[in-house]
């Protein structure tokens, strides 16, 4: 069964930091790019960092640019994303998803994803 579990998430004040997790099972991690989307109370999903299967790839989006980093350990199927002097916009379910082929921030092509993590940065 293939699974992805997101945690790290919860409630930090503006300009603080949190961990994200995504731990995955039930495929093989090391040939899949491992993407992290966002959403917002009415907003629509929003591409915020990537990271290709060798490592060699990523993809960060301006609006969290300088501030998130994504990294992964494939000995552990883990992928991290650090997230630093966060904004009270940054308020979302943060989502982790995996793509065979390309690191990218379109949701569609995405084959697997987990169920979300809270963040919440108050001002």
């Known amino acids: 069964e293939v699974q992805l579990v997101e945690s790290g998430g919860g409630l930090v004040q503006a300009g603080g930091s949190l961990r994200l997790s995504c731990a995955a099972s039930g495929f093989t991690f090391d040939d899949y790019a491992i993407g992290w989307f966002r959403q917002a109370p009415g907003k629509e999903r929003e591409g915020v960092s990537c990271?290709?299967?060798?490592?060699?790839?990523?993809y960060t989006a301006d609006s969290v640019k300088g501030r998130f980093t994504i990294s992964r350990d494939n000995a552990k199927n883990t992928v991290y994303l650090q997230m630093n002097s966060l904004k009270p916009e940054d308020t979302a379910v943060y989502y982790c998803?995996?793509?065979?082929?390309?690191?990218?921030?379109?949701?569609?092509?995405?084959?697997?994803w987990g169920q979300g993590t809270q963040v919440t940065v108050s001002s």
């Open positions: 990271i290709s299967s060798s490592e060699d790839s990523t």
């Open positions: 998803a995996a793509e065979e082929r390309i690191c990218s921030d379109y949701a569609p092509l995405y084959n697997y």
